[in-house]
């Protein structure tokens, strides 16, 4: 397992972009599936965002796919979302988490180190 710490966060206009990053610790990071995910006030986490051990498969929640980029970089350890065209519905605590396999993708009980989580809301 890897412990994670997300950065980037914070408060932004529909229509705007932010960048997170997630940081590993450990010599491992390419072992692992990455992924985001997001929980809203009063809802439950939903998957975001999933990229393979090297980068070479990715996967989108529906409601993601065309705004947001997953990206990783393995030799720093850490892993991004470019978010792109933001909206209101996408305010929410946005946590990293890491999976211990080649291709995990949107499977939550997989993932089991999680980051802090990052604050990102979106004004109207």
């Known amino acids: 397992q890897v412990q994670l710490v997300e950065a980037g966060g914070g408060l932004v206009q529909a229509g705007g972009s932010l960048r997170l990053s997630c940081a590993a610790s450990?010599?491992?990071?390419?072992?692992?599936?990455m992924g985001w995910f997001r929980q809203a006030p009063g809802k439950e986490r939903e998957f975001v965002a999933a990229?393979?051990?090297?980068?070479?498969?990715?996967n989108y929640a529906d409601s993601v796919k065309g705004r947001f980029t997953i990206s990783r970089d393995n030799a720093k350890n850490t892993v991004y979302l470019q978010m792109n065209s933001l909206k209101p519905e996408d305010t929410a605590v946005y946590y990293c988490?890491?999976?211990?396999?080649?291709?995990?993708?949107?499977?939550?009980?997989?993932?089991?180190?999680w980051g802090q989580g990052t604050q990102v809301p979106v004004s109207s």
């Open positions: 988490a890491a999976a211990f396999g080649e291709w995990i993708g949107n499977y939550q009980q997989a993932y089991a180190s």
């Open positions: 450990g010599r491992t990071f390419s072992r692992y599936t």
């Open positions: 990229i393979s051990r090297t980068g070479g498969r990715t």
